[in-house]
């Protein structure tokens, strides 16, 4: 019992007696990780247990001759020397080191704002008298855990500051160990010469009408194998591929085999995405599961010609196009300029019916896109463009005609899309294209007979969903054509635990965000912190307990209150920041709707009311601060002055949702949106009311309404960007 080894504050000596056995459960958990990571054979695991073991042998070594540690220490550390090479799982070493930078930075600002609390604020609030080293050194202890010494006289706000404290050290240890661990990532895009190179083999051995997705949209990498290849993208750890191999036969399993191999070097799950049953088979033959996600619509075109267009319901859709004088015209490429501006009209319009974009698996608008493809436009007896459809490229060996935007004006006649798919099929037969690709329908044609539980699910997903999203109907209309349906499938590594994963990855992958996230993410990130600080007052039971959860929270900044000049100050600071995003919004993204426009100038007005009444705080003493309003109140300047800020504040703010839920009820989307409007327009008008006849729910009505108006702000923040998005226009040919 003796060769035992003693508690670990008795080897690493800074640790306190008083936290050993807390850090003792922060490292057995950190073991538990560890663990798994060797499982994956994580290169930084092996290099972590390395030099753990030969720290503790030296250690041992140091202390005192033992000879069983140093035996086990040993064996453990000759093992793992020798399966070395099977720890080939690399970790993105870029996360890392941005993990070690933010959390020092973290964990620094933390020290500063606690000693700044202990050295400056303790000697107005409190009377105590700490130097600077004093201050040093208590903050330091304070992180690894030692109590704070008795001359100090701690006090509950103390312990809320060393806490806050240790707090960030755990996240900021949590943030390293975290990236410590994390799959590779790929930056980037793919150079110019592997696209090259992609194309080439695309021409070679192409298969699928779709293949030209492989080349476009620009969002995806290359893995080559002489002189076949897959597409893929990475997200969260997931490699996803499009479609699958695009090989020789010969080649079509080494590249599988070798994909794979690559992929578990990074540390990367695979999925395939979109795959027919012949692919999805081959990677299950590799130990991928399966699950069908829907079907795609391919159309005979000779017996369409000959027998489907000869049925009633054709019969019909050529009649009332004759009537209603809709006809068809081919745009070859490059298409104008002016022919472009055409189709954005008819593409703004269609998304904001609702719609949304997908990228990675089709192609967004764009005037580079469509420049190089062949459109059919269908007109109106006025000679308006109305809707269009875009073929797309073909490669390789397949012949088989497939558009990608299928897109139209709203309140188009119910025949039009039908009209214009049909004569697109009849042109591409006379071309010599016998099928045509109608495209993919999510959730159609699902096996329900399947005895695999995910196809069970999926098929249950069908059926509960269908009143909130359109695959049903889309499948409907696609039916009209009576095409043969071709089964697509998910092929993803990880079983039943890692398909959320999956999931997730690919809705990341899929969904488009009209360019770039970083250059628009700022706005929301200042907006967020903006609103943080003004609904900063649950700080308050800390600070002012008296005023935290009663009376109007616009006393935590009355004149001789407590730390009144932190919540100004973060009002004021929330306001700057908030024009600062606003204004940024207003001048780059330039919203084209009046209600938007004006909702905009109205959160511009309400922010400038917040700064106002934040420099002008509630006289001390007023029965302002209790929520309690009479005219006596209206003798005092300061508190009229203060009053006016607040209601510009809140009255601007209310107009703002106001007109910005009017916008989305005309385009007949409201949902959420709805509520949340409808709650600040409550929570300010009834709420008022409410809080006058009864002055103890006044501070808790105001409250509410300060958190709505936070998350307002995001929100509409993040839905100028996205409408922008949407009409965006990129770089032109």
């Known amino acids: 019992m003796r060769h035992i080894p003693e508690r670990l504050e008795s080897v690493i000596a800074f640790i306190p007696e008083s936290t050993g056995r807390r850090v003792l459960f922060v490292i057995g958990i950190l073991f538990i990780y560890l663990s798994e990571q060797i499982s994956r054979r994580k290169q930084n695991a092996w290099r972590i247990v390395v030099a753990a073991l030969t720290v503790l042998i030296l250690l041992t070594l140091a202390r005192r001759f033992a000879p069983i540690q140093l035996i086990s220490y040993g064996a453990v550390l000759s093992l793992f020397m020798l399966e070395r090479k099977s720890f080939v799982v690399r970790s993105d070493t870029i996360s890392l080191r941005r993990g070690l930078y933010i959390a020092a930075l973290q964990l620094f600002g933390a020290m500063i704002i606690v000693g700044f609390i202990f050295l400056v604020l303790d000697q107005r609030e409190f009377g105590r008298h700490i ?12 992180l690894l855990g030692k109590p704070l010494p008795n001359y100090v006289g701690p006090t509950r706000y103390d312990d809320a500051l ?8 755990v996240l900021s240890a949590l943030l390293v160990v975290s990236n410590l661990f994390r799959p590779l990532r790929l930056r980037g895009s793919s150079s110019h010469q592997n696209h090259i190179r992609a ?9 699928s009408s779709e293949d030209f997705f492989k080349l476009y949209p620009a969002d995806k990498h290359y893995f080559f194998y002489e002189e076949s290849f897959v597409a893929y993208a990475v997200r969260g750890g997931t490699a996803l591929i499009l479609d699958g191999v695009c090989a020789t036969v010969s080649d079509a399993p080494a590249l599988r085999s070798a994909f794979l191999e690559h992929c578990k070097r990074n540390g990367w799950q695979i999925a395939v995405i979109h795959s027919d049953e012949t692919e999805t088979l081959a990677w299950a033959q590799l130990g991928l599961d399966y699950l069908q996600i829907g079907s795609e619509a391919i159309i005979d075109s000779q017996e369409f010609v000959d027998e489907t267009m000869g049925s009633k319901h054709f019969r019909y859709v050529r009649n009332r196009a004759a009537k209603e004088g809709l006809h068809v015209e081919w745009w070859q490429p490059p298409l104008s300029v002016t022919q472009l501006a055409k189709l954005e009209h008819i593409s703004n319009a269609w998304l904001d019916s609702g719609r949304q974009e997908y ?10 896109y469509l420049h190089d493809c062949r459109v059919a436009v269908l007109y109106d007896d006025s000679q308006t463009a109305i809707a269009y459809v875009n073929l797309l490229p073909l490669y390789g060996h397949t012949n ?26 009849e042109k591409t037969l006379s071309e010599g294209n016998p099928e045509f690709n109608l495209g993919f329908v999510p959730l159609a044609k699902l096996e329900t007979e399947s005895p695999k539980l995910t196809n069970r699910l999926m098929a249950v997903l069908r059926r509960v969903g269908s009143r909130f999203y359109s695959s049903y109907g889309l499948e409907q209309f696609k039916g009209k054509f ?11 590594q990880g079983g039943v635990r890692q398909l959320p994963v999956t999931i997730t990855a690919l809705r990341q992958i899929i969904t488009y ?17 903006a609103s943080f600080l003004y609904a900063s007052f649950p700080l308050a039971t800390f600070m002012n307990p008296r005023y935290a959860w009663h009376g109007l929270a616009s006393a935590l900044g009355g004149d001789g209150q407590p730390y009144a000049w932190f919540f100004n100050g973060a009002d004021v600071v929330s306001g700057f920041l908030a024009i600062a995003a606003l204004l940024w919004l207003f001048k780059t993204k330039r919203p084209k709707d009046s209600y938007i426009r004006t909702a905009l100038t109205f959160a511009l007005i309400s922010v400038t009311g917040a700064i106002v009444a934040a420099l002008i705080p509630l006289p001390h003493g007023s029965s302002a601060l209790e929520g309690r309003l009479s005219l006596k109140i209206l003798t005092h300047p300061t508190i009229v002055a203060h009053g006016i800020a607040s209601f510009l504040n809140s009255f601007a703010f209310v107009i703002a949702a106001v007109l910005w839920v009017v916008y989305w009820l005309n385009k007949k989307l409201f949902g959420w949106r709805i509520v949340l409007a409808g709650c600040i327009v409550l929570f300010s008008t009834i709420g008022y009311v409410v809080g006058q006849l009864i002055p103890g729910w006044s501070g808790s009505i105001q409250r509410v309404f300060i958190l709505l108006y936070g998350v307002w702000y995001v929100v509409f923040a993040y839905d100028l960007i996205r409408l922008h998005s949407r009409h965006r226009t990129p770089t032109q040919p």
């Open 199 to 207: 194309q080439a083999s695309l021409t070679a051995h192409g298969m």
């Open 482 to 492: 009576e095409p043969d349906w071709s089964p697509r499938y998910l092929a993803y």
């Open 513 to 529: 965000h009209g360019g770039k996230r970083r250059r628009w993410s700022w706005p929301l990130i200042l907006l967020a912190v």
């Open 359 to 368: 990228t990675f698996i089709m192609g967004p608008f764009s005037y580079e």
């Open 131 to 142: 130097t600077t080293l004093q201050t040093l050194h208590l903050t330091t202890d304070a």
């Open 400 to 425: 088989t005609a497939s558009i990608d935007h299928m897109r139209s004006l709203p309140d188009t006649s119910s025949v039009a899309m039908h009209f214009l798919l049909q004569n697109c099929i």
């Open 162 to 169: 060393i806490d806050m404290l240790r707090l960030t050290g």
